[in-house]
């Protein structure tokens, strides 16, 4: 299992578009915000291939794959909550982990 942090928005999307597409009455919100997000950074990509910061402060996105599959993902563009999606109990523990490891040492 590996749960994995994604800098790029459409590297995100293409890990885990299809769990937010599978449902998207549930997945409305989700849906929105990270289409948003995709075109802001688009938007603010420059010539070398930098993005700038969109919200001031990068997102977070975070996908966790078992075997290959993604199952589960994760998302937030501060100062909105955490959006996650798929995590199972068996998947639980990991994300957790991570979590606490990644999210809580990042700078606000």
């Known amino acids: 299992m590996d749960v994995r942090l ?3 928005p459409e590297d995100f999307w ?3 578009g299809p769990i937010y597409e599978s449902d998207p009455i549930r997945h409305t919100i989700p849906l ?13 990509q420059n010539a070398s291939g930098q993005i700038s910061d969109v919200y001031g ?3 977070l996105l975070v996908t966790i794959t078992d075997h290959g ?11 909105w909550p955490l959006g996650v999606s798929g995590v199972t109990i068996d ?17 606000a």
């Open 6 to 8: 994604h800098a790029d």
């Open 32 to 44: 929105t915000v990270i289409t948003g997000l995709r075109a802001e950074y688009r938007q603010r």
């Open 91 to 107: 998947h639980i523990r990991p994300w957790l982990s991570f979590s606490v490891t990644s999210v809580s040492s990042s700078p």
């Open 69 to 79: 599959e993604t199952v589960g993902a994760a998302y937030c563009t501060p100062p």
């Open 57 to 59: 402060t990068k997102p």
């Open 14 to 16: 293409n890990a885990a």
